[in-house]
């Protein structure tokens, strides 16, 4: 079993940046897909991107955060990251981690929210 942790989250302005951390319990070298997702306030979660392949070989965004958000991983310190950059209130929800590697891991996500 793995367990995500995501990190990072906070309270932002409109237009700020932001980038979340999300560490794995074991190594994450052999997790092909990995990927985040956020729920916001009062909507179903939603997939906002994909990182497939463990040296990032390539990467598909939900057209709300393409150009903005960015998706990575150093396998050597278990770890994947989402930059998010000029970020909307619409942005703000709970963001979590997800790992396919087998089974669909979750952490228990990070609160981001961005307002004035």
């Known amino acids: 079993q793995v367990q995500l942790v995501e990190s990072g989250g906070g309270l932002v302005q409109p237009g700020g940046s932001l980038r979340l951390s999300c560490a794995a319990s074991r190594s994450i070298f052999n997790i092909y897909t990995m990927g985040w997702y956020r729920q916001i306030p009062g909507k179903q979660r939603e997939w906002v991107a994909t990182?497939?392949?463990?040296?990032?070989?390539?990467?598909n965004y939900a057209d709300s955060v393409k150009g903005r958000f960015t998706v990575s991983r150093d396998n050597a310190k278990n770890t994947m990251y989402l930059q998010m950059n000029s970020l909307k209130p619409e942005d703000t929800a709970v963001y979590y981690c997800?790992?396919?590697?087998?089974?669909?891991?979750w952490g228990k996500g990070t609160l981001v929210t961005v307002s004035s």
């Open positions: 997800n790992a396919r590697a087998g089974y669909n891991y």
């Open positions: 990182l497939t392949s463990g040296g990032g070989g390539s990467s």
